[in-house]
């Protein structure tokens, strides 16, 4: 009886081991429409987010394809079905910076940005952004203690425990980004290592010129601590090196507590699991069944302690999929978000052979109403780059420098080899064509299957595919005008044809003979005066 009894309490026990360490993983898609913000030929990333009260709340990065330069955020509000609310104006400081972070603190959202110290809080209800006093940088806080972190990138890391009370500081020189707190002891994670701290008290105290304020305001002067000193490593991945450049074997990607207990998020070369560490190792107890490449834009990290059993991280699958991986105590929500930028459909023509035929026949009264009702029978994406002065392109004629014009550019996808992108030069008095330039490129491959060409110019495909397209562009020419061009070898491999028509109209071919080298054709067509 007594044996009976002792077995059913172990049972009992490891019963109750097993659901509080039971974890339930749910996964959902959100697709989202974004073609309607976007310009085309863009590539859009998210950057930042956060979820606040049901929604998200996104940062949207723009860049165009080609030689279209233009960037753009796009800050946006999305329902947890989908479906963008708001798409709210970026502050010009944030348009311009390239490190910034997004934040929850203290039920508020805030933005800050790295260079410069600048802060913004964003006003729920009038859904605006407005600057505000500087926000520090602490990552964690309680009754005790603020914990602020700053990186010094190739000169180390620091993270401050500030007394409440006494007002001391203390600091060890480990990354301090994500902070659990639990039975009276912090824990600091980073990808390849956990760290205890029983007492800050015991670390190493701060002297009057390594306070955190003053660091924090004169940065450039200063470094990482290296005091390790009142820490200790519950685990750490032996085999990385910071200084190397080996990835991780196992790469923590935040520690959570639930149930009284401290996890970890962690992933290897093939899946991301939840596990615990015993005896200083990680010991899986969920295989969640993939590997996602988190992600944290630089410089982007005082979010990450939202509460103890709660956490939010950011993911990419590919150029169109994003996501979130949500926990909350032992529920995990993979929510993947799915936007429908793509790249432009291929057309199977450049449309040049019909725009050349309208140049002929109208090109003394071509007005830019007629390239854009023309550029649409051809399939052309206005780009919605609208250019006001001839400095941006040095292939038309420097007449048109003393002029009031402006321009458009048009894109079009032949194949997945060739693009070409179009751009009309116009008076803006009576609004007709002056000057037409063309750029035939590689084409740009982006879309939800597809993937990027490193080296595209090592394709013996694309070279053959662009000496091709140089004979097809130049016969095609002297054919309608009946006229051969005037050769001329620059050298380098490079040549140029030039055309000068009768009715004044002059045109100048630029390419390669072998294309061995960068892959462009250029051609200008000046209308004249």
Request: net charge negative; glycine share 6%; with cysteine.
């Amino acid at each position: 009886m007594r044996r009976c009894s002792i077995l059913l309490i172990f049972f009992l026990i490891v019963q109750a081991a097993l659901k509080a360490q039971s974890f339930e993983v749910a996964v959902d898609t959100l697709y989202l429409n974004i073609k309607e913000i976007a310009r085309s030929a863009t590539r859009i990333s998210m950057t930042h987010a956060v979820k606040y009260d049901g929604k998200y709340y996104c940062f949207f990065y723009e860049r165009g394809l080609y030689s279209y330069n233009k960037e753009k955020r796009y800050f946006l509000i999305i329902s947890d079905k989908g479906i963008i609310l708001n798409n709210i104006e970026v502050p010009e400081e944030i348009e311009n910076t390239v490190y910034f972070d997004f934040f929850i603190r203290d039920e508020r959202l805030f933005a800050k940005t790295y260079m410069d110290h600048e802060s913004f809080y964003f006003d729920l209800e009038k859904l605006k952004w407005k600057k505000v006093n500087e926000v520090d940088d602490r990552v964690y806080e309680d009754s005790n203690y603020v914990i602020s972190y700053l990186d010094f990138g190739e000169w180390g890391q620091s993270t401050w425990f500030i007394d409440k009370q006494a007002k001391n500081e203390y600091v060890l020189g480990v990354c301090g980004t994500t902070v659990n707190k639990l039975n009276g002891k912090y824990y600091l994670t980073s990808g390849y290592e956990v760290r205890e701290i029983e007492d800050p008290r015991k670390l190493k105290q701060c002297d009057k010129d390594y306070k955190y304020k003053r660091v924090e305001k004169e940065r450039k002067f200063y470094e990482g601590s290296p005091s390790l000193s009142g820490s200790k490593t519950i685990f750490e991945d032996t085999t990385y090196s910071p200084w190397g450049f080996e990835q991780c074997n196992l790469c923590i990607i935040t520690s959570f507590v639930t149930d009284n207990q401290l996890f970890q998020l962690y992933e290897d070369s093939s899946s991301s699991y939840i596990g615990k560490i015993k005896n200083h190792r990680l010991v899986p107890i969920l295989d969640i069944g993939r590997k996602y490449q988190t992600f944290n834009w630089h410089y982007s990290y005082r979010g990450e302690n939202l509460e103890n059993n709660n956490r939010f991280i950011k993911f990419q699958q590919d150029n169109n999929t994003f996501g979130f991986l949500e926990i909350k105590d032992t529920q995990i929500d993979v929510k993947y978000l799915i936007h429908n930028q793509d790249s432009l459909r291929y057309l199977g023509s450049d449309g040049f052979k019909e725009l050349f035929n309208r140049i002929q026949l109208s090109s003394d009264k071509l007005s830019i109403e007629n390239i854009d009702s023309l550029e649409y029978c051809i399939n052309g994406k206005d780009l919605q780059d609208y250019i006001t002065v001839t400095a941006h392109n040095g292939f038309h004629s420097d007449v048109y420098a003393t002029m009031k014009v402006e321009a458009k550019r048009y894109i079009k996808v032949e194949d997945k080899y060739v693009s070409l992108l179009t751009e009309y030069l116009y008076t803006t008095q009576d609004n007709l064509v002056k000057s037409i330039f063309f750029e035939w490129t590689p084409t740009e491959h982006y879309s939800q299957t597809g993937s990027f060409v490193t080296f595209p110019d090592e394709n013996s495909e694309i070279r053959e595919r662009f000496q091709h397209k140089f004979k097809e562009i130049a016969d095609l020419i002297s054919q309608q005008t009946n006229q051969q061009p005037q050769k001329e070898d620059r050298g380098n491999d490079r040549i140029w044809l030039t055309w000068s028509l009768k009715n004044g109209i002059k045109i100048k071919l630029y390419g390669s003979t072998s294309f061995d080298g960068g892959k462009r054709i250029r051609m200008v067509i000046d209308l004249g005066e």
